[in-house]
């Protein structure tokens, strides 16, 4: 008979926000609670009232890494439910901005929030000792990243400039070529980045399951395009709350997300260049090729690698987005557009997964319903199942060692657990 | 803050801060940056310890210094609320309680009150320098107009009779908002002598606003400072 290990990290350490997580392992067996005790925001609740020009900028404060997402998805909602046209300039500088807020995020996550792990550090901070140019390389990159999303927001973090219909202030075509030589320079950081973390040790483990991204026929899709998967699930924004369910379980306030007649699945870098490696640059598939990373891949400690590519398609592919910018002066105010009644849909992809804000509103533009899925809430039940079929693996270990190789399976995933403790009103 | 990091880390000790490292530890603090605003007892408990422990006590942004957004719920009545999750009391009672949001001023003593919704880096390393070298940090405690007249922007409320809450915000953003063509919605809270009755009768006279819509302006980063008292409803 063998022995009962019980594994418990009360606060999970380098991970946005505040989780806990519980685990008991017998044999093949291993119980897992991944447990979000980070008190919920109720954002859909306080929304409702307010005006659909402003519901951007308050769901931009659900998170602080990634608020353009948010941003981005509540303004698409906000533009479906009042029938909004925006320019093509509109929809190439939001691609931009949002592929910045990637890159900050991203390298946060690849090298503060998961390399220490693998080079066996308890921080960043021990690091910046023995491997600085490591870390420089690091700060210089979240340093594009943020300068990025500056340069077209107005702000590092909650942009300022975006609004329903467009921007109000399009930066100047110098500003853009100096930002552009910046990018083309940063090719070298991207493609070194991409090498330093496929050089880590990972775990070889693989479970299969349903990977769900956004997807778009030639192009790399962040902002727009169809909901699928791995398994066959194709579906436009409307469709989400038939085909996701959402449900909550008694000891976390992150509610479970799992496929209508399928289970739980996973979002993310790892998902997104699954189903979408076509899509990326040809320098990234190259290097992707040089490294030995091919789609399809399903060991979940491998998003880094998969997130380190996409900090290279990003850097990449926003040169080209730069190089075709037909910059001239739109400037949109944020009360330009009369309010309609009606309900909107939006689907993004956060750095760390799809990203669905719904909304209906009066004909005053006031919202009546609220209805927002983080990515957080889509990954937690498929944490929980990639936790279970991991443990057992590792269960000869001692309980030190399991809890930091299950909590680097938790950081492979990026979680954002502020994001994650709100979900939709239930009428 | 990348440009500083490196050389903020031969100046100071980062102790505890989970987020970032796996090795933390229990104190005592010569400063503690407190985010986030209280809502439940457990984080009460911890509020009081860290004070305890910390010889400055931060309240690093706006829901630590005024509730922020998240603070709005304050006036969403709880039946509302609780239609978030489908068997609100079962996690309610399994977990803990949820109570109103309140900044951390109403329980502690707050030594700074680092503002913004982000703290511009500027000001982050005003305080960080200001603590090292034991200085009070100069923070600005005027309106934001002045930061925006500085950059020689047009005032949208005079000159376009837009709903900006500049004159009764805080400076220390840099005024970036009226400087790409935005009204100013106040997320660096209330200036030291905000006049509000002034102004929200401005935004209804001469912008048209009504009376619920100023309501909302001022319900949003900080409805729950004594200074907007009246207008936040």
Known sequence: ?427 | MEEEFLDLLKNVEISYFVMAKRENHEGPYDAAFIEGSVSTPRELNELRELRIRSKTLVAFGDCACSGCVPSILNWIPPAVSARVYENFSLIHSKKESFQRVTPLRDFVEVDVELRGCPPRRELILEVLKSLLIGRKPGLKKYSVCMECKMKENVGLLTSEKRPGMGPVTQAGCGAICPTVGRVCEGCYGPMSDANAPSLAREFMELCGLSKDDVVQKFRKYAGLDSKFEGEAG
């Open chain 1, 1 to 427: 008979m063998s022995l009962e290990k019980i594994v418990k990290v009360d606060y999970v350490p380098r991970v946005e926000g505040q989780g806990e997580l519980k685990i008991k392992v017998r044999g093949d067996m291993a119980e897992v609670e991944f447990v979000i005790y980070e008190p919920p925001r109720f954002f859909e609740a306080f929304l409702i009232g307010r005006k659909f020009n402003e519901i951007h900028e308050l769901t931009s404060r659900i998170c602080g890494i990634c608020p353009v997402s948010h941003q981005l998805a509540a303004l698409k909602a906000v533009e479906n439910a009042m029938k909004v046209e925006v320019s093509d300039l509109t929809l190439s500088l939001r691609k931009l901005l949002h592929m910045g807020s990637h890159i900050q995020s991203h390298v946060l996550n690849l090298y503060l929030l998961a390399a220490p792990d693998y080079l066996g550090y308890e921080s960043i901070i021990p690091m910046a000792k023995d491997r600085l140019e490591v870390v420089k390389r690091a700060l210089r990159l979240k340093k594009l990243g943020n300068d990025l999303v500056e340069l077209i927001g107005g702000r590092a973090i909650h942009p300022v400039s975006t609004v329903v219909g467009g921007f109000t202030e399009i930066p100047s075509k110098r500003a853009f070529d100096s930002m552009k030589s910046r990018l083309m320079e940063a090719r070298e950081d991207a493609v070194e980045t991409v090498r330093f973390v496929s050089k880590f040790n990972y775990p070889n483990f693989e479970r299969r399951c349903e990977h769900v991204a956004l997807t778009k026929d030639g192009e790399y899709a962040i902002n727009d395009g169809r909901l699928r998967s791995t398994e066959g699930l194709d579906i436009r924004e409307e469709e989400y709350r038939a085909r996701i369910k959402e449900e909550q379980v008694d000891y976390s306030w992150a509610k479970h997300s799992t496929v209508v007649g399928r289970g739980s699945y996973l979002v993310g870098p790892l998902a997104r260049v699954n189903l979408n490696f076509k899509s990326m640059t040809d320098l990234t598939k190259s290097v992707a090729d040089e490294v030995g990373f091919k789609p399809l891949c399903y060991n979940p400690f491998k998003n880094l690698v998969a997130r380190a590519l996409e900090v290279l398609n990003l850097v990449d592919t926003s040169v080209e987005v730069i190089s075709n910018l037909n910059l001239r002066n739109e400037r949109v105010t944020e009360r330009e557009f009369k309010p309609k009644e009606g309900e909107g849909y939006a689907i993004v992809e956060a750095p760390r997964g799809v990203l669905y804000h719904a909304y209906g509103f009066d004909g005053e533009g006031r919202v009546k319903w609220a209805d927002i899925a983080p990515p957080t809430c889509q990954n937690a039940r498929n944490i929980e199942e990639d936790l279970k079929a991991f443990v057992p693996k590792i269960a000869k270990m001692n309980t030190g060692d399991i809890a930091l190789r299950s909590e680097m399976l938790v950081r492979a995933y990026d979680p954002c657990i502020s994001c994650s403790v709100h979900a939709q009103l239930t009428s």
